[in-house]
């Protein structure tokens, strides 16, 4: 299957969102993808098939899908996958026992728990280092480094690493670069283009955008790459169905316009919320007080969705700021078009040894805000709830 089709250099990203790998259909003009509900195709002599053979293999829902992504990547080739972690445990497959992966000490818990209590099993071995500070990485290779995982902006604290920087490290020890860009997206920073050999996604996040399905996006660099990962996908199998390639075929299209939209929200509630009574911490990396804006501006197109506060009283007074408010729903995940609060130490990051946690600083006060698409002055207000309610603790 041709993966990246010619012609797309040069169209803007919604233009591409709409049309790469979406032609028309041929039999019917269908201006939609269809979704090709079928495990299997007719072949018309032994071996004589249109290149679909088994839908685990390829599907032509998938492929639409996997053309589009490749396409908002600038990547080679794009793979789906039946959930982010999926994604991310096929990638892992391309090692072997002995070798060496860094990856960064504030990842998704997700991320943590299938490096540390999985592929540590088999005998892969990792160091958590701060990736915002490229002498940490630097010093950790060893002659066995093969991998560097890197998440920017990172999850939940919101910190930024370098991918450039994290590029020419990995690519002088010989090692892949792997950036999760899930927080990102496409729209706003595309690692591949930043150097990286592997740009991972939770689709269920931002590039889905409705809160309405669970998948991953491997986006690969160079044809090897691209080759040795298909290999593996098909190998182990944990891909996507048609109905949920389409529903994600549809999110993207809308990718450019909701990113926007969140990142203007998100803008409006980081301001909102700094320096209120209550609040001790407001991270978000469009505000002037993140210490890493010039970088975020150099590497990103915008700022993203993602507004992460610190409240007073810990655990109370998350407990008391969080169940007051009414439009931001208590409930994991992100990147949806509604809001939603997310307690880091309970809840996404629960996975983490609280030694790890308190080292990297997510303390019991940490609330991860997914900031939606609603209209700014009713979210502003919802927060607004949740200050009294928290200040009515102290
Ligand atoms: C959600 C998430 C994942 C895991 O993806 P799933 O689709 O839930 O399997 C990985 N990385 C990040 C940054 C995430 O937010």
Do not use: C
Request: glycine residues 10%; proline residues 5%; aromatic residues 8%.
């Amino acid at each position: 299957m041709a993966h990246q089709e010619p012609g797309w250099d040069g169209a803007g990203f919604t233009t591409r969102a709409i049309h790469a790998g979406q032609d028309p259909e041929a039999t019917t003009g269908s201006v939609i993808v269809p979704i090709y509900q079928t495990s299997t195709y007719a072949q018309e002599d032994i071996g004589a098939h249109r290149g679909f053979e088994y839908s685990r293999t390829d599907n032509p829902t998938r492929s639409a899908l996997q053309t589009a992504m490749a396409a908002l990547d600038g990547a080679h080739g794009s793979l789906a996958f039946g959930s982010g972690m999926a994604a991310e445990a096929t990638i892992m497959a391309l090692l072997q026992p002995g070798d060496h992966v860094i990856a960064s000490d504030d990842l998704y818990g997700g991320s943590y728990r299938l490096f540390d209590k999985v592929f540590g099993r088999y005998g892969i071995v990792f160091d958590f280092v701060d990736a915002s500070r490229p002498p940490e990485v630097e010093r950790a290779f060893t002659a066995e480094t093969r991998m560097v995982w890197i998440e920017s902006p990172t999850n939940p604290l919101l910190k930024i690493v370098d991918l450039s920087a994290m590029a020419r490290l990995a690519q002088g020890a010989g090692a892949l670069l792997v950036v999760d860009n899930t927080f990102a997206t496409p729209y706003l920073q595309r690692p591949v283009e930043l150097g990286a050999d592997i740009a991972v996604y939770s689709a269920t996040k931002y590039l889905g955008g409705h809160s309405d399905l669970v998948m991953g996006i491997a986006s690969v660099a160079s044809e090897e790459l691209y080759h040795r990962l298909k290999f593996h996908q098909n190998a182990i199998g944990a891909v996507p169905g048609p109905m949920d390639s389409w529903l994600l075929l549809r999110g993207l299209k809308t990718l450019a316009l909701r990113m926007e939209r969140h990142e203007r929200n998100a803008l409006g509630v980081a301001r909102y919320l700094e320096g209120q009574k209550g609040i001790e911490r407001v991270i978000y990396p469009g505000l002037a007080a993140h210490p890493q804006r010039e970088l975020a501006a150099r590497q990103m197109a915008g700022y993203g969705g993602i507004v992460t506060i610190e409240v007073a009283g810990g655990i109370d007074g998350a407990r008391a700021f969080m169940g007051a408010l009414r439009l931001f729903v208590t409930a994991e995940s992100l990147g949806g078009v509604e809001s939603l609060a997310d307690h880091p130490a309970i809840m996404t990051h629960a996975s983490v040894p609280p030694e790890l946690r308190e080292a990297a600083g997510i303390s019991d006060g940490l609330i991860r805000l997914s900031v939606g698409i609603e209209d700014e002055p009713d979210l502003l207000q919802d927060l607004d709830r949740g200050l009294q309610a928290l200040l009515s603790t102290q």
